[in-house]
């Protein structure tokens, strides 16, 4: 599998929004870009992909450089809520989801 | 939606005894995983179904453990006999399809702890 790279955490305040870089300079061209994340003590959670075309969806957005090598995902206002670890993923051609070690998000109220 | 169920949430046992792990999919998806969680390792593919039938056990530890999926709603991974080291969260998931655009679902999990 392609490798990503993400910072080890992030804090940021409540209401303001949250902007999470991934690294992932070996991508192909048919590898899928998934995001997810997992709130304390609880199961993974998808929370967007993409492949080319930046995305957005009712939790975040996912903002694509034109030569895939990086992607950043966006939460527009964090909430506590928000606060899990956030997993970067590259998906090709099956069904493997293979997670590294994710970026923290730290919330403050 | 119920989402995907998993039971029982928690399981204390000793080592020696056999420890089965059950899982409901979410109706209509035709894939279904088995992962594991530890500290040590993150999250590890264990093994994936499709269609009740196994296509990818190589993330099975060994030969003390086992999964099979008689049906569309229903899963187990079982341990026989457990060991500490399998202490763990243990996530089933599953899927509409197992393409690389598909949404994995997963489960609350297990919390496994073998003394």
Redesign the interface.
Known sequence: DAKTTQPNSMESNEEEPVHLPCNHSTISGTDYIHWYRQLPSQGPEYVIHGLTSNVNNRMASLAIAEDRKSSTLILHRATLRDAAVYYCILRRSDYKLSFGAGTTVTVRA | DAG?IQSPRHEVTEMGQEVTLRCKPISGHN?L?WYRQTMMR??E?LI?F?NNVP??DSGMPEDRFSAKMPNASFSTLKIQPSEPRDSAVY?C?S?FA????????????TRLLVL
């Open positions: 995907v894939s995983f993150g999250l593919l994936y499709n296509i990818d996530f998931a899927s197992g393409g690389p655009g598909e949404t994995q679902y997963f489960g609350p999990g």
